[in-house]
């Protein structure tokens, strides 16, 4: 391997390399729908590999967007169903090239796509619970923004199950009680999920001088915030500094929400680019499975 080559590889993941539209990985309001759904379609006209699809489904997929686009995206659920199915298949994506580029890449679209979706729209409206009875979700939920919140939150969280997410709620409601912050009990979560998903075992750290969490099988420090100013950041790299030292970290993550404006995002990316702490990436929570996906990567390349 030359020496560029190893050097690369052992570059901590950057925010940079990772970034993707935030709309392609989650839902803030319907409009991220809206703009998701467009671009698909503007993509399947485009894209050089837009004719790997067969006209007819190519066509199908169309008349879905025309559909949803004539009744309005705001809490349409055929389009929130449509665009987690979108985001479903930029995830693999991204999982088999990589990175992707909708003006050179587009997603494969099924013959069936009308029926996947309609399916996909009848299930999230409905759930089981264990004695078979079944509830719709208007029922429980009549407001319509509360439901397509309900519907994205069931989805990011929880692979579209209610049950877990319901569960969660109120988990989330008791430790309120002592004082938790919700933002940053459910970026700590998502963060464990993402964990979990890889076999990543992490470790609640309850020390105030160190990082949230812990995982020592990539030796890796995880802070989460939800805010951060510049009173606060010799704090930060103070604690950062502390953790380095005390646990003997090879990587530290700063963790900040998605829906953090791009002006303030790249304020907090100041802290890792004055190289304070040389081994600091920080990240929006959409882009931390990317960010573990390249750590165990380097891992396999540079074991300890």
């Known amino acids: 391997m030359t020496s560029s080559k190893k050097n690369n590889s052992n ?8 970034a993707t539209p935030i709309y392609h990985r989650r839902r803030r309001d319907w409009r991220d729908d809206q703009y998701l759904i467009e671009e698909i379609t503007k993509s ?7 004719k790997k699809n067969n006209v007819s489904c ?5 008349k879905i967007a025309t559909e949803i686009e004539n009744e309005g995206y705001q809490s349409n659920e055929m389009a929130i169903s449509l665009s987690i199915w979108i985001r479903e298949q930029l995830s693999k994506l991204a999982g088999s090239l990589g990175s992707y580029d909708l003006r050179v890449h587009t997603i494969i679209i099924p013959d069936d796509i009308s029926r996947v979706i309609q399916d996909r729209s009848n299930a999230l409206s409905r759930f089981e619970v264990h004695n078979g009875n079944s509830f719709a ?6 407001d319509k923004k509360i439901r397509a919140f309900v519907l994205e939150r069931v989805q990011l969280l929880h692979k579209g199950s209610l049950l877990p997410y319901l569960h969660s709620l109120v988990s989330r409601e008791k430790a309120s009680l002592d004082g938790e912050s919700a933002t940053i009990s459910d970026l700590i979560h998502i963060c464990e999920q993402k964990l979990k998903r890889r076999k990543l075992k992490a470790l609640s750290n309850f020390n105030a001088n160190e990082t949230d969490l812990l995982v020592p099988s990539l030796s890796l420090g995880i802070e989460v915030r939800e805010a951060l100013s510049s009173i606060d950041t010799k704090g930060l790299v103070d604690l950062l500094k502390n953790t380095n030292l005390s646990k003997g970290t090879k990587f530290l993550s700063v963790i900040c929400p998605d829906d953090l404006s791009d002006l303030i995002f790249h304020s907090w990316r100041e802290v890792e680019r ?4 040389p081994n600091l990436s920080v990240l929006r929570v959409g882009d931390f499975g990317n960010y573990l996906d390249r750590l165990i990567d380097l891992s396999k390349i540079n074991p300890s």
């Open 137 to 142: 979700l208007d029922e429980l939920f009549p």
């Open 274 to 277: 004055s190289n304070i702490v």
């Open 44 to 50: 399947l006209s485009e894209s050089k590999e837009a």
């Open 11 to 18: 570059r901590k993941p950057s925010a940079t390399s990772l």
């Open 58 to 62: 190519i066509q199908e997929f169309k």
